[in-house]
């Protein structure tokens, strides 16, 4: 059969199209739940009328993207079984629970209190109503958690045991599994990846606001709350990724080797910046590197040795037998370098928009801004930044606020296809994982109808999302600042038009 | 008893648990073409669903989810092999969920008219195909020793598995104009139960077909008392909503979806995808249930969450327990 069209190749395809997809709404609805509650919580405890348009405008943003994530995410639950059978028999036993955790512990709490935020309004006094964006971010970062656990389990399985009689890996440690360190640290890191991609998300749209001078009591506000998240989460991503890398080294040399195109084991192993390799010679054509750094990723210290793609290939064949242990090498180079560079020059941005915006601090009274002015950015000493140079800050942060959602994405593509050719790593193979039953055919029909249909959502999300952007936060109403005393609202309002409807 | 037959139990609860709860949602969303005159009656059935769709739905991911976990070869063998249909269905609940939560996002007629179609659309077909599904579970597929599925999709499409779709679909869509009838107010209110009295005996009839004939193919005593269950508990189901009280009904039409879970998954026992080119080929409760460790932790993690989780869904229908009439939809929309 034609390779290009072999069900496993057409499988992989299909998850990863699904799950990178999945994945552009994931990081943002973790952030903003968060962040909303966050405006939420200021309102309610200051009465600051901005806060409570600054909850209105982002929840609504926020609400048009979990919309998109929560759909496809009913395909992540399914496709093991269609596309990946064989895998779902291996590995049920130890991958199925936390999937279930995950549906009966987070999904039902964010979905359920999700309803009752939207609808809650008139409905919940203002406390209860503030709890249930809480609740529905405490359900997104449970979700995350189970979710990674089940994926740090195929990286690094731990707490199982092969049963052979049956043929699959059988649970014997659920808290093993749960706590393991690359569940830890993977969590860790795709938390604070994701607090980068809400952060910078506010920070773009405060940025277009400001730039044409509109809402700027709450665009102000968004502008800060989005640098600190940034700024905080940006410096976290970077830790926790260091720390995840060290783990990697550990449990999967390969990968790290990958990542750097290392094609020969050294000791003081350089970091590179630019590499052209030839997979079939199995060394690098062109090369730009540092001295040092990847030994310092990997473990601590400019000098010590780490093994190269040739040397982990041969040991690989001799504990697993003859075979060809290599990832893609380009995918997993560049992609680990994309990761890092879309995030990091996230990070950056956002350290000099919160010098730029810096209030009382080193910043001299002349230059200080009121609640209704633009800020003035300040890069030195008593001196505000030319109108064009100002400009052209504000359009960078815009055009740049997606830069960590491509960070996110080519870190899954990294992970994933590091990995390869294993599905759960040292245990089980990618092409022993396909659905032996479903054909070609089918595959091909499943792969189509959801890139066609995705497609197809993507701009009508992105065109909706647009318009909420420009039209800014909403005008308050009556209603608004009159919630509810009771639950389910008062009963001489009970002829008055829902405060929200579909 | 032991850990997998319990699963057995939990696997049916969670079931049923989602045809309750997504079947009168299903039914509204099939109800926004029969029912509603105009784009106000549409805009108040849908919103009497509009806070507590996507929890409902949540029970099919746990369901999913928990199959998986407890039962793998059943979650492996089962969605492999209803490949095209489940594709159909969850392209389905993609739009479904876009539909509700985007229709009110713009106030253009023609926006809100295309995402009303596709509410009507991707009620009504899920609504039949799960009906279909669970039919070819229970009459027995094709599964050869390897607990592969080697039919194709035309067998699924067979008769029995079709009037089995036909019944999912009409009693949902009754499930729904009871619920519309309970969660209404006005002119609306008093056409649901009207609609739900026709509903109610065209389903009586397809139900009585469909179960009778489960019965003498498949049945033994105990799915003969939850069929009678099932069946009597239609019947006072649509006496209620002809007698206006839509309260009694729904809890009657909710019975008659969990006695209908039960009596499916009764006739399966200890089955739980059965063979139909060999018995020694059927998947079973042991064949293909996990090891009794995961069952353990499975157990723990649903024997406290599920409580849990019915306590917080059923306060968000007391939350939102008023009724919705055409007055209470602002016109800005």
């Known amino acids: 059969m034609d390779l290009a069209l072999a069900p496993e190749t057409l499988a992989r395809w299909q998850f990863g199209i699904t799950t990178v997809y999945h994945f552009l709404f994931v990081p943002l609805t973790i952030s903003l739940a968060a962040l909303t509650a966050g405006l939420q919580t200021a309102w309610v405890r200051t009465d600051n009328e901005k806060y409570l348009r600054a909850t209105k405008f982002w929840g609504k943003l926020f609400l048009i993207n979990i919309a998109m994530g929560v759909v496809t995410g009913i395909v992540q639950e399914f496709q093991f079984g269609m596309n990946w059978s064989d895998y779902s028999r291996f590995v049920g036993d130890v991958f199925g629970a936390p999937l279930a955790f995950e549906a009966l512990i987070a999904f039902f709490f964010e979905s359920t209190f999700i309803g009752l935020w939207i609808f809650g309004w008139d409905k919940l006094p203002k406390k209860i109503h503030l ?53 830890l640290t993977q ?14 998300f506010m920070v773009g749209i405060s940025a277009f606001h400001l730039a044409r001078k509109k809402h700027i009591r709450v665009m102000r506000t968004s502008l800060r709350v989005g640098l600190v998240t940034v700024v905080a989460a940006g410096m976290l991503t970077a830790v926790s990724g260091d720390t995840l890398g060290k783990v990697m080294f550990k449990q999967q040399p390969m990968k790290m080797a990958a990542a750097e195109a290392l094609w020969e084991g050294e000791d003081g192993a350089p970091f590179s910046l630019f590499a052209v390799g030839d997979v079939a010679e199995g060394h690098n054509d062109v090369e730009v590197s540092i001295p040092g750094v990847l030994s310092f990723l990997a473990d ?8 190269g793609i040739n040397d982990i290939n041969k040991e690989l064949q001799e504990t697993y037998g003859p075979g060809d242990y290599r990832p893609n090498i380009p995918v997993a180079f560049w992609s680990f370098r994309w990761m890092i560079g879309f995030g990091m020059a996230s990070f950056g941005l956002g350290l000099l928009g919160l010098w730029l915006t810096r209030r009382k601090f080193l910043l001299p009274a002349a230059l200080r801004t009121g609640e209704d002015e633009v800020p003035k950015l300040v890069l030195f000493r008593n001196k505000a930044l030319s109108p064009k140079l100002a400009k052209l800050y504000w359009i960078t942060a815009l055009w740049t606020m997606l830069f960590p959602l491509i960070a996110n994405s080519w870190g899954w593509i990294f992970t994933e296809m590091g990995r390869q050719p294993w599905v759960v790593y040292g245990v089980f193979q990618t092409r022993d994982a396909v659905s032996p039953g479903v054909s070609q055919g089918e595959i091909l029909t499943s792969m189509i109808g959801f890139t066609a249909l995705y497609a197809v959502l993507a701009v009508i999300e992105v065109k909706l999302l647009l318009k909420y952007v420009k039209a800014g936060p909403p005008e308050l109403t009556e209603a608004d600042l009159n919630p509810p005393t009771r639950i389910g609202g008062h009963d001489e309002d009970a002829d008055r038009p829902m405060a929200f409807s579909y | 008893m032991e850990l997998h037959d319990v699963w057995f139990v939990l696997i049916a609860v969670l079931w049923t648990g989602y045809f309750f709860l997504e079947g009168f949602d299903f039914g ?14 549409r805009r108040v059935l849908i919103n009497t669903i509009g806070p507590v769709w996507d929890g409902n739905e949540v029970w099919l991911l746990s369901a999913g989810g928990a199959t998986f976990a407890a039962f793998p070869e059943w979650y492996a063998t089962l969605f492999s092999g209803f490949y095209l249909p489940l594709l159909v269905i969850l392209l389905c609940l993609i739009v479904r969920g876009v539909a509700f939560e985007y229709r009110a996002k713009r106030p253009e007629e023609r926006w809100q008219a295309n995402w009303e179609h596709a509410i009507f659309w991707t009620s009504l077909i899920p609504a039949f195909l799960w009906g279909v599904a669970f039919g070819n579970i229970v009459r027995g597929v094709k599964i050869d020793a390897d607990m592969e599925y080697v039919g194709n999709l035309w067998d699924l499409l067979n008769p029995y598995a079709i009037l089995g779709g036909l019944v999912t679909l009409s009693l949902f869509t009754f499930h729904g104009a009871v619920f519309a009838g309970l969660k209404t107010v006005g002119d609306i ?45 239609l019947v006072l189901a649509i006496g209620a909503v002809s007698a206006g009280r839509e309260g009694w009904s729904f809890a009657f039409s909710g019975v008659t979806i969990a006695a209908a879970v039960a009596m499916l998954f009764l006739t399966l026992f200890p089955n739980v995808m059965p063979s139909s080119l060999d018995d020694a080929w059927s998947l079973t409760v042991s064949n293909a249930s996990s090891s009794p460790y995961t069952l353990k932790i499975m157990t723990w993690c649903a024997g406290i969450a599920t409580p849990v989780v019915l306590l917080y869904q059923g306060w968000t229908y007391w939350v939102f327990r008023k009724r919705i009439g055409t007055h209470h939809i602002a016109d800005a929309h």
Not at chain 1, 138 to 165: D, K
Not at chain 1, 187 to 200: E, M
Not at chain 1, 300 to 307: A, D, I
């Open chain 1, 131 to 183: 709890a249930c964006i809480w609740m529905v971010s405490i359900g997104t970062i449970l979700s995350t958690f189970f979710i990674l656990a089940a994926n740090s389990w195929m990286q690094h399985p731990v707490g199982y045991r092969i049963n052979e009689e049956r043929g699959r890996a059988e649970l014997t440690d659920f808290w093993k599994v749960l706590t393991q360190d690359t569940a």
């Open chain 2, 189 to 233: 209110r008093s056409r649901a139960r009207g609609l739900a009295v026709k509903l109610g005996l065209a389903t009586a009839v397809l139900a009585l077909g469909f179960l009778v004939w489960t019965q003498a193919e498949n049945g033994n005593v105990r799915s003969l008392v939850a069929m009678i269950i099932a069946v009597v508990s």
């Open chain 1, 300 to 307: 601590n210290t400019f000098t010590s040795y780490v093994p």
């Open chain 1, 187 to 200: 969590f860790f890191h795709t938390i604070t990846a994701a607090f980068l991609v809400g952060g910078a």
């Open chain 2, 28 to 41: 509204i969303g099939v109800l926004t073409k029969l029912l509603a005159r105009d784009r106000k009656e």
